[in-house]
């Protein structure tokens, strides 16, 4: 990846994303043993949550980089093309509630309108404006599950990989919005300019 810098997300998918790095010829070592460092220009490498991702690449702070589909939809204004469906990390966007009957359901017949807690207030009401149902959202920025449970919502729509957070917290999950897994992305101009370097990383990775 000679000539580009690559905005690499801290949390779940950083591991992955370092190995597939590694397999790429890049040498991660000072990126796994240095986690307070978030620049590595030897490697070309920049770290960051997975939602700055895309800002960074729509800037051109970085020329390409990796994150969550999750982030993508959320973050739909931004201008990046998405290249590639890396297959890693994946987990699922949902809607749950507490465990016994369906509170937002209720809420809906009694009020017809439910309150919803998420991180992604973009996903939960395109989702719920497609199938028809008013509802009010509630961004919260902490541990989403814990609204619920405080009656401040009727439910909440958040990323699981394997639904454990939600159980130990009695909640279920209720439908199945969509499914995420990490994404190669890049920045427009870059994609342009520096072409045939991005697109050796693609058919790298493809292979």
Known sequence: MKGLRLAVPRGALMRDTLDLLDGLGIDTSEVRS??????????????????????????????????GKDVLSEQAE????ELLDLGFGPCRMVFATVAGEDPAAQALRRLGQMRIATKYPRIAAEYFERTGRQVEIVEVKGSVELAPLTGLVHGIVDLTATGTTLRENGLVIREEIAASTARLIANPVAYRVKAREIDAVVERLRG
């Open 34 to 67: 240095n986690d307070r460092k978030l620049l590595f220009e030897e490697a070309g490498v920049v770290t960051m949550r997975p939602s700055d991702v895309p800002t960074y690449v729509e800037a051109g702070a970085a020329d390409v980089g990796i994150t």
């Open 78 to 81: 931004r201008d990046v093309v």
